[in-house]
Structures are given as structure tokens and as C-alpha cells.
């Protein structure tokens, strides 16, 4: 695993950060609604991050080519052992967890929310060697959105 230990490492940074891009969407959603979009499809694309990170680490490179295109499903059925185990409860737990919101676009941002927060949490308890730093605790994970509240 080692070898491809860097270029996964790549890819979770880039989780990272487009995850706290992700947040700044949110947080200027409540002056400007178009920004919800924006942050509904960087959260997912953070999810993604994550989950090509994991598949190279497991897989290396090969089996993480060509799977920019993959959704996330495809990308945790690659999986294997428990970082499969969390993406996995990640999954379910995002799905499962009560959306406070009632409009449909609201709740499918604060879902790929969940998602991409589990992912990171679970992930980073799973295999910390792929984390190279703390998620910046000013941007902490939030429970409740603040469009919600």
C-alpha cells in the first residue's frame, strides 16, 4: 500500500478542500440561493474525493483510473475491508439521519453534506495515514446546516 500511498493522499487533500469550499457555498447560500447548487455538487464531488483516495490507497492507481466519472455507489462497491465497512455506514447513515429541511434541493445538499462528513470522519479514524492534517476545527462539522436552523 505504500506505494500508492501519496497519490491517495492527493486525493484526500482534495477532499479536504473542496469540502471546506463546500462549506463557504453553504454559509453564502443564505444571501445568494443560487450558491446551494454550487454546494450540493461540491459536497458530492468532495464524497467522490474521498472514495478515489481510498480506492488508490487499496488498489493503487490502475484501479483508480477513469473513476472521475463513476458515482459514489460504484466507487464504495471498489471498497474493500473496512474502509468498504465505514463508506458503507457512511452511506446508510447519511440517508438515514432526519433532514430538517422540506424543500427537495435542501435536503439532497445537507444528504451529499452527511455523506461527504462521514466519509471524512469515518475515514480518517480508518485509515489515518491517509490524513496528513486535522480538518481545521473552524470549520468544524455542522449537524444542522445553518439554512435550516
Do not use: K
Request: net charge negative; aromatic share 8%; with cysteine.
Amino acid at each position: 500500500m505504500q506505494g500508492n500511498l501519496d497519490d491517495a493522499r492527493a486525493w484526500i487533500e482534495e477532499g479536504d478542500r473542496l469540502l471546506a469550499q463546500s462549506w463557504d457555498y453553504l454559509a453564502a447560500s443564505d444571501a445568494d440561493p443560487t450558491q446551494l447548487e454550487f454546494a450540493g455538487q461540491s459536497f458530492s464531488r468532495t464524497a467522490q474525493s474521498y472514495l478515489i483516495g481510498a480506492v488508490e490507497y487499496q488498489h493503487g492507481s490502475a484501479a483508480a483510473a477513469g473513476e472521475l466519472n463513476d458515482d459514489a455507489a460504484q466507487l464504495v462497491s471498489r471498497l474493500d475491508g473496512r474502509l468498504r465497512a465505514e463508506a458503507d455506514a457512511a452511506q446508510a447513515s447519511s440517508m438515514r439521519r432526519h433532514v430538517a429541511a422540506r424543500d427537495a434541493r435542501r435536503v439532497a445538499v445537507e444528504r451529499a453534506q452527511m455523506f461527504a462528513e462521514e466519509l471524512r470522519e469515518r475515514f480518517a479514524h480508518a485509515a489515518p495515514e491517509l490524513f496528513t492534517r486535522p480538518l481545521d476545527t473552524g470549520c468544524a462539522r455542522i449537524d444542522t446546516p445553518t439554512w435550516s436552523r
